[in-house]
Nanobody
């Protein structure tokens, strides 16, 4: 299975972007989520969704602004990002986890390529 992320770009502060992540085929991971990594910083958890059922989890820094959703029929996960801030600038990665804590990068077994989000002030 491969994950393909898309939707990054350049946006002004206060704007919106929608990221999408598509799996190459049907899979049965526990969580599918998004992480981000800014230059010089560690990769950090952004949001994740349970593949069976729909519980979602968002980092405190994005809660109320970002929203993760899924389309099981299309094997896709999306991240709607609103009210973007310059500090949201990072490479965003989608990933799938078969077990472990949902907020830890090491719990994710499968990673897509990153997509760059740049928020200008």
């Amino acid at each position: 299975v491969q994950l393909q992320a898309s939707g990054g770009g350049l946006v002004q502060a206060g704007g919106s972007l929608r990221l999408s992540c598509a799996a190459s085929r049907t899979f049965d991971y526990h969580y599918m989520g998004w992480f981000r990594q800014a230059p010089g910083k560690e990769r950090e958890f952004v949001a994740t969704i349970r593949w069976r059922g729909s519980p979602t989890y968002h980092a405190n820094s994005v809660r109320g602004r970002f929203s993760i959703s899924k389309n099981s029929a299309k094997n896709t996960v999306s991240l709607q990002m609103n009210s973007l801030k310059p500090e949201d600038t990072a490479v965003y990665y989608c990933a799938a986890s078969s077990s472990g804590d949902y907020y830890k990068p090491e719990s994710y077994d499968l990673w897509g390529q990153g997509t760059l989000v740049t928020v200008s002030s």
